[in-house]
């Protein structure tokens, strides 16, 4: 490669106006030579070809988005079967039922933990959640279902229990009930985690033969990997989510697209700060894939990504 092929794209201002729309906009970044705005820009160019190509589509995330408005983004992605398969953590399933009766609140980093504790408000970031709009409405709404579903069998898939939650919720607002709705399955590896995590221990206490088989959501996904002609994947922040994603992608030699979004730097070698080009070291990601790593906040970077499929 010579200079003049380094030196073919000019860098170009972004000029706005009122009329401008997010689609432009991202179009813009792709030659504003912009830092995070032309990642943004590549990750945008990758999802395109995953929403439009025959490809099966992985969406990985940590709970604590949900219980923020980024909810609604993975909602509308997850109403419109853009995606065909979840990982995600137990708090998902947490915020998003209780959030489908009840309300978190905008709050502030910078107040008195302590003084919040006695007002029976948790902090989580800078969202305020009263303990009414966690634990309890949680407690309510599960053991119910629990029960409905004891009655019918005594062991279930962790993905078909996720299903039969959403189908019992019957609300548009939740992200469980449309991926009922749209038979896109949740993985939940960490599945005794959180409030919901503890209503199933509680219920198992009471009901000793009651079962969650996590080994068959490994047999779905399984299928669902060795079944797949292209996989892709859009994964927000790290952890067990990211990793189950890209783990079961090594037994076909790795991912072929892939966006991922972090805040997390490799330092500590971390997975959460770990770039995509080390998957490729594990075969969790194709040497010739399309890939790009976006550093910032998922609740500003989503909402511009994802915005003009939605």
Known sequence: MDRNDLLKEPVKDVILNSKTTLSQLIEMFGNAGGFTAKKIYEGYEII???????????????ADIISTGTRGIINEIVKRKLVDVII????????????????????TFNFSDAALRNLGINRLGNVFVPDESYGTIIEEKVMPILDELYKEKKEWSGYELIWELGKRINNESSIIYNAYKNNIPIFVPGMTDGSVGSQLWSFYEMNRDFRINLLEDE????????????????????????HHTIWWNQFRDGLN??????????????LSGAKLEEAISWKKVREDAKFVNIYGDATVILPILLGPFL
């Open 48 to 62: 395109k070809e995953m929403f439009s190509d025959d490809e099966t589509t992985f969406l990985s995330f940590p």
């Open 257 to 270: 697209n892939a966006v991922y979004i972090t805040t997390a730097q490799e330092y500590d070698g971390s």
């Open 88 to 107: 995600t953590t137990n708090g998902t399933l947490d915020h998003d039922i209780a959030r489908t009766y009840r309300n978190y609140y905008s709050g």
């Open 219 to 242: 047999h779905k996904l399984s299928d669902i990997i060795f079944d797949a002609k292209k996989t892709g994947a859009i994964m927000i922040g790290g952890g067990i989510s990211k």
